[in-house]
């Protein structure tokens, strides 16, 4: 079946460590994005891709790293520098253009004691 | 640069109640709509999306939604809602205009309630 997987799903980190969130997909989606879910704030845009080897910058990018060297995949990695990065995590993609809805994986949820 | 504005943080209701969920969205150009549900530690799914056409949208589950471009506005619409409704519901905006990214409201936490 074709979709999307985040892993892992639950993610414990100290404090000071990088760490890295997974996203693939196998819907032959151009773009790819990752969203920051906190309580009451919605969801906000860390970085997105429209094409392999090309990404921007969204509203919350500061403290985060992404590449996109495949097409299928767009890992994240929250930083040491990012402030309070316990947060549940989502990745989406879509075909690139106006008008497409995303899809989203199942969610990683950060925790950093 | 688009906006949307969900205007209630939490709706509670009774089961089989009709329940609306308030989605305003701003934009300079003609936009596309979208509601998603999420349950509880799970992903994002689409319920209904505005893209043309009819202003009056079916989505899945028994949803509903109106596009109302004077108001600026896509309310979420059920005539009858089920306790397996609780769920946290987006609304999301993305413009005409290129490739455009979506923008998501703050979202509304419906309660069904026996």
């Known amino acids: 079946d074709g979709g999307i997987t985040q892993s892992p799903k639950y993610l414990f980190r100290k404090e000071g460590q990088n760490v890295t969130l997974s996203c693939e997909q196998n819907l032959n989606h151009d773009a790819m994005y990752w969203y920051r879910q906190d309580p009451g704030q919605g969801l906000r845009l860390i970085y997105y891709?429209?094409?392999?080897?090309?990404?921007q910058k969204g509203d919350i990018a500061e403290g985060y790293s992404v590449s996109r060297e495949k097409k299928e995949s767009f890992p994240l990695t929250v930083t040491s520098a990012q402030k309070n990065p316990t947060a549940f995590y989502l990745c989406?993609?879509?075909?690139?253009?106006?008008?497409?809805?995303?899809?989203f994986g199942q969610g990683t949820r950060l925790t950093v004691v | 640069a688009q906006s949307v504005t969900q205007l209630d943080s939490q709706v509670p209701v009774f089961e089989e109640a009709p329940v609306e969920l308030r989605c305003n969205y701003s934009?300079?150009?003609?936009?596309?709509l979208f509601w998603y549900v999420q349950y509880p530690n799970q992903g994002l799914q689409l319920l209904l999306k505005y893209l043309s056409g009819s202003t009056l949208v079916k989505g899945i589950n028994g949803f509903e939604a109106e596009f109302n471009k004077s108001q600026t506005s896509f309310h979420l619409r059920k005539p009858s809602v089920h306790i397996s409704d609780t769920a946290e519901y987006f609304c999301a905006v993305s413009e005409d205009s290129g490739y455009s990214t979506l923008t998501f409201g703050k979202g509304t936490m419906l309660l069904v309630s026996p």
């Open positions: 989406a993609s879509h075909i690139r253009g106006t008008g497409t809805e995303a899809f």
């Open positions: 934009s300079s150009v003609s936009v596309y």
């Open positions: 891709s429209q094409i392999v080897n090309d990404f």
